[in-house]
């Protein structure tokens, strides 16, 4: 018994002493209005439960913060978040707070200091040293990859033709996979006909546990977590798709000299050793697993849920037919450069679908030293989180209309006046999307070869979850019927 006591008296006094020495954290956090907050949890229990319940808690807790207009904050635990749905403090918080908050810690295991995770100091070297990689004439050279998987899909989907709804994102995802692995490695996967492999299902499992792990509190503390099997399995996993990149690595040092003597277009990691840029076999094995990934997800998701809404929206469907007939007439040849700067209505579409549709729902950030906004000083150590699903279906920002599917808010004239920040679906700042002009390219030439060929049509949906992407609860179904 008086052991028992004793550790609570400890216990006590650490609380106590961690209270304190942050009493000036707690004063600045009292200045914000706050919603739905408990002693000690903070906010904690709102992120507790499946993934719609979670997004449904998001949209419920952050609905008020969204109405004032000015920066609130949210408590997870002992971490403090500062939240805005100004455009102009949220451009200050992702051009200023350049370093990722500690919740992408859990894709480090996998990721490493790729890019999309890198603490700030190396990912300023390593942005430098890639973006030449990523201009635009180098990515213009993946459209040829682009149209050829592309007319793979058409293919694929011609089995779906007069049947039931089905999802369409698991033809989009293999299509995506393919093309990401052949611009980014040089590797033909062939994916499409070929979608259990173990590398896949690897790669399947890391990510549903890391999931798991963004939403599960008690999951969070690694002492917790390496307790439990997931430890283990999602160690089995990551190392089997390190061995995966590491091969083709080697493979493709191995064979550089006769890859370098090759005409044409060349692969990113080709590219990277090309440059000799004094990347590590583990640095260049980062890269390109982030790339992988951000390249393929992201992409497929926006692609399906354009299908989605095309399908719900058969005056826009028809209109994107029309432009492509326009382009194409008669011919089923691969979309070129040329073509995919004429579709302009189909940009509109695709636009708008990010808008309504935002697949990255939650930026976080962090400051490292003061960080003036609107209506405070956020001091140095303290979260920020931008939150793009909710800033774009803003009626502050995009009018009564902000739920409706309307392409034409992306006319010239419409963009004019808009603040560039309350539209981020590639983020804003020196650490936005360094893929986003090919991830443009790749998603308007997938879908002109489905939109000539088929006729789609979906059903209205409104269900939603976060799997660290946002996702339909029922999936992407729709139907197809065949062009004439």
């Not at 259990?196 to 990510?207: F, G």
């Not at 509190?217 to 190392?239: C, E, G, M, R, Y």
């Not at 399906?304 to 058969?314: F, I, P």
């Amino acid at each position: 018994m008086l052991v028992i006591i004793l550790i609570c008296l400890i216990a006590i006094a650490f609380y106590i002493k961690f209270r304190y020495s942050r009493f000036s954290l707690y004063k600045f956090a009292k200045t914000f209005p706050t919603d739905g907050d408990l002693p000690i949890l903070g906010h904690t229990h709102w992120f507790i439960g499946g993934p719609e319940k979670i997004y449904n808690n998001l949209r419920t807790l952050v609905k008020a913060a969204e109405v004032r207009g000015r920066v609130s904050s949210i408590w997870i635990g002992p971490t403090l978040y500062v939240v805005s749905f100004n455009p102009e403090d949220v451009q200050k918080i992702l051009e200023t707070c350049l370093e990722k908050d500690n919740s992408y810690k859990y894709l480090q295991a996998w990721l490493g200091n790729g890019l999309f995770v890198a603490p700030i100091d190396l990912w300023k070297v390593h942005r430098r040293l890639m973006l030449p990689i990523f201009n635009n004439r180098i990515i213009e050279d993946y459209i040829e990859v682009f149209g050829k998987q592309g007319k793979v899909l058409v293919e694929r989907l011609q089995e779906q033709v007069g049947k039931p709804s089905f999802d369409i994102y698991q033809y989009i995802s293999s299509c995506m996979m393919d093309i990401v692995f052949e611009t980014s490695m040089g590797k033909k996967m062939d994916v499409q006909h070929h979608p259990d492999t173990p590398y896949l299902r690897a790669r399947k499992t890391v990510m549903s546990i890391i999931n798991m792990r963004l939403f599960k509190a008690w999951l969070q503390p690694d002492v917790l977590f390496n307790l439990t099997s997931h430890s283990a399995v999602q160690k089995q996993n990551i190392d089997a798709t390190h061995k995966f990149t590491d091969e083709v690595i080697q493979d493709k040092i191995a064979h550089f000299d006769e890859e370098n003597c090759k005409e044409g277009r060349k692969d990113i990691l080709q590219l990277l050793l090309e440059r000799n840029l004094a990347f590590s076999n583990v640095e260049l094995r980062e890269h390109i697993d982030s790339i992988t990934l951000a390249g393929n997800d992201t992409t497929a998701l926006v692609i399906s849920y354009a299908l989605l809404l095309l399908g719900m929206h058969q005056d826009a469907q028809e209109e994107v037919y029309k432009e492509l007939k326009n382009i194409f007439g008669d011919s089923q040849r691969m979309p070129t450069k040329e073509d995919i700067s004429r579709m302009d209505y189909l940009d509109r579409v695709i636009k708008e679908t990010m808008r309504l549709y935002t697949v990255v729902p939650l930026i976080g950030r962090k400051t490292r030293t003061e960080l003036k906004l609107s209506t405070c000083t956020v001091p140095a150590g303290v979260g920020c989180v931008v939150i793009p699903m909710v800033l774009h279906r803003s009626k502050r920002l995009w009018g009564p209309d902000a739920d409706c599917f309307n392409p034409d808010r992306f006319l010239p004239e419409n963009c004019a006046t808009r603040h560039p920040c309350a539209y981020i679906p590639f983020s804003y700042g020196t650490r936005n999307c360094i893929g986003r002009h090919f991830g443009m390219l790749a998603m308007k030439s997938v879908l002109a070869n489905v939109l000539r060929s088929y006729k789609v049509s979906s059903e209205a949906f409104d269900r939603l979850k976060i799997e660290i992407l946002l996702f339909p609860v029922h999936g992407h179904q729709i139907t197809l019927e065949k062009r004439m």
